[in-house]
Nanobody, 123 residues
Framework: QVQLVESGGGLVQAGGSLRLSCAAS????????MGWFRQAPGKEREFVAA????????NYADSVKGRFTISRDNTKNTGYLQMDSLKPEDTAVYYC????????????????WGQGTQVTVSS
């Protein structure tokens, strides 16, 4: 079973950048597609970005396209989410997740989840 641990969240001003990391416990992480989701207070968890097991394919929510970049380094069992041009509406708890089949944007189809990391963007 894969364990995921996010890091890199924090407080940043609007227009700033943060880089989130997702460290996996096993080398088998390289077999999994990975996704990032976020949940703001009072809202449902929403899809942010996903990447295939090889890193060759990516997908983004329209709200972050052009500002966020998902990537992974399978030699380090780690995934990343580079967030630029942050906006106050990006404030949320960010979760990384992994699934055994291809990437998608459906949260309940992901098998493994991290504990989340808080991102707060001030105006």
């Amino acid at each position: 079973q894969v364990q995921l641990v996010e890091s890199g969240g924090g407080l940043v001003q609007a227009g700033g950048s943060l880089r989130l990391s997702c460290a996996a416990s096993e080398r088998t992480f390289r077999r999994y597609a990975m996704g990032w989701f976020r949940q703001a207070p009072g809202k449902e968890r929403e899809f942010v970005a996903a990447i295939s097991w090889s890193g060759g394919s990516t997908n983004y929510a329209d709200s972050v396209k052009g500002r966020f970049t998902i990537s992974r380094d399978n030699t380090k069992n780690t995934g990343y989410l580079q967030m630029d041009s942050l906006k106050p509406e990006d404030t949320a708890v960010y979760y990384c997740a992994a699934r055994t089949w291809g990437m998608n944007n459906i949260a309940h189809e992901y098998n493994y989840w991290g504990q989340g990391t808080q991102v707060t963007v001030s105006s």
